[in-house]
Nanobody, 122 residues
């Protein structure tokens, strides 16, 4: 069983930056695809970014492209989401995900974290 623990969320003004981290409990995730989804109040889950097992390939949603960057450090079993130029519409709970299959832009990941709140004030 893989546990994912997110950190780094908080309150930030529009235009600011945050870096989310997701620490995995199992060494096995170094061979897993990982990613981030988000869900705002009253809205469906939205794909944010994904990364393949060795960080060689990444995907970013059009809504965050050029502002957010996903990366990973397999030595630390950790994936990151650097968020710059934040906008009020980025406000959501951000979830870390992992799966032993190929990276997906849809929410069919086996493992999910509890989520971390990101609030961007205008």
């Amino acid at each position: 069983q893989v546990q994912l623990v997110e950190s780094g969320g908080g309150l930030v003004q529009a235009g600011g930056s945050l870096r989310l981290s997701c620490a995995a409990s199992a060494r096995a995730v170094s061979s897993y695809a990982m990613g981030w989804f988000r869900q705002a109040p009253g809205k469906e889950q939205e794909f944010v970014a994904a990364i393949d097992w060795n960080g060689g390939v990444t995907w970013h949603a059009d809504s965050v492209k050029g502002r957010f960057t996903i990366s990973r450090d397999n030595a630390k079993n950790t994936v990151y989401l650097q968020m710059n130029s934040l906008k009020p519409e980025d406000t959501a709970v951000y979830y870390c995900v992992a799966d032993p299959r190929t990276a997906l832009t849809t929410p069919e990941y086996n493992y999910w974290g509890q989520g971390t709140q990101v609030t961007v004030s205008s």
